[in-house]
């Protein structure tokens, strides 16, 4: 950590890119701002989901294997080589020799195990949080062996198409077991890895603020310090943008990057990435559970128009939870937009079940911009809109990112708007993480709690199943049924919008989503 008093008060100090009356330290000049809607809710790796937490802990850690800088390749991370057996059941890997955790620890072969142990393990007594979203994911590891200072042993369950792209996700980022035990639950406040960006000082819903690591094992990243700052409206990034006292916008609507396209101070960047925005039926809940009605309420909805309203045209309809340009996306003819069909079916519904029309229920929705719907009341209110033309009373419910999350993934809502972005370039992570009662929790990522038997068998023999020509036939079938079945309405296909300063350079959007700053360099700055 750092110990330098006067930059320690210096960063404490700036906020927003201004200092604060009273302060009289300068404000470091190599010092990237990154604007975004929502705070982090913790920096353990093992227990969030939320995509503002996973934008800093994947500048903090490092994985084992990981992402090429500006491609969906995967490349070695923290092992630098890795081999398997003939049975596809023992991985083994070769630590970096070496490496530095930003407490001084070393990388060896039982820390990657204690990593892996803690994501694993029901019980493990350095987990001082239980929501674990992410743990289905590595269900196929059956243990985890340190086998002197360098090798690191996976034994598997089961054949794994899946196991080493899921290595590159975030959760399985190594921590420093030391930082983990002194720091007890302060952990995920005070995080320790071996990332490009170490912790310097956190205040919640004002500023986050990492320091270069200037030891990272691929030298040091191009900024000195990088300050996350949550700013709740998209126009008020903007103009902090457009007043330089942030660097870097992000979510960004279509309309919002149209209004600084002619701006020669700024750059605007997008890109088609992996990720779904979705409504969400709460299948557990009558009359919801009925798939009548969850199909009136995708007959109503007009995704085409919900395209241009909310995104100025600047995403694609979805008929599918796996995205347009993955590999795995089945081939499927999207219902029509058809609202007196939908109206038909929901009246017959209603007669059978003996509900009365109009058929109330609440909408939760999140009231930040998320990359996959940079304008979530908009979507809510065209949702509201549509749905009530058929039938129904919608009551608008926004929560903030880090409030609506928890909520929906604990079954509490009716209909909840949410979206996933890609963690591996695999359509499991998709399915599987979205769809599969494997992932049915008070922490679960199914928030729909959708449960359907040959749903669950066909992706579970997907991630086994080796032969690529075979796993898509199983991704096809699986998708036929969530399509059938209906627990959620894919809505769009949304593309990542940035807008930076010029000064910025060697920042460019990852295909995966990721937003990784290592490279992310200032002009004017040694």
Known sequence: MFTNRTLWIGLFCLAMGLFAAGCTSSAPTNTLIYGRGEDANTLDPINTDIGEAVNVIVNIYDTLVTYDDRTAEL???????????????????????????????????????????????????LVYDKARPYQASYNMIKEVRSDGERSVIFILDRPSAIFLKNLTMFPASIVSPTAVQERGEKFAERPCGTGPFQMVAWDRDQK????AFQDHWRGPPGVDHLIFVPVQENQT??????????????????????????????????????????????????????????????????????????????????????????????????RPFDPDQARQLLAAAANDAGFELPLKLSLSYMNRA????????????????????????????PRAVNQHFPFVMAGKHELALAGWSSDNNDPDNFLYSLLDPDNISDAGNNISRFRNAE?????????????????????????????????????????ANVAMSNRVFDYQLHPTGLVRLRLAKLKGQP
Request: zero cysteines; charged letters at 25%.
């Open 370 to 397: 998320r990359p996959y719907m940079p304008r979530p009341e908009t979507v809510a209110g065209f949702v509201k809109d549509s749905l009530e033309k058929v039938g129904f009373q919608i009551e608008l419910v």
């Open 75 to 125: 490349v070695p991370g923290l092992a630098e080589s890795w081999e398997h057996s003939e049975d596809g059941l023992t991985w083994t890997f070769q630590i970096r020799d070496n490496v530095k955790f930003h407490d001084g620890t070393s990388l060896t072969a039982d820390v990657v195990k204690t990593s892996f142990d803690r994501l694993l393990q029901a019980d493990h007594p």
């Open 208 to 211: 986050l603020v990492l320091g």
């Open 237 to 334: 990034r903007i103009e902090q943008l457009k007043r330089g006292e942030i660097q870097i916008a992000d979510n960004l609507s279509g309309f919002d990057v149209e209004s600084l396209a002619s701006r020669a101070d700024i750059t605007v960047q997008s890109q088609d990435v992996l990720n779904t925005a979705y409504l969400a039926t709460q299948t557990e809940k009558p009359p919801l559970d009925r798939v009548d009605v969850r199909q009136a309420i995708w007959l109503a909805i007009d995704k085409q128009e919900l395209a241009k309203v909310a995104y100025a045209g600047q995403a694609t309809p979805a008929v599918s939870i796996v995205p347009e340009q993955m590999w795995g996306r089945a081939k499927l003819a999207d």
């Open 455 to 495: 749903f669950h068998k066909l992706v579970v023999e997907a991630q086994g199943e080796l032969d690529e020509g075979k796993r898509l036939q199983l991704y096809q079938r699986a998708q036929e049924i969530a399509f059938a079945e209906s627990p959620i309405v894919p809505l769009v296909h949304a593309r």
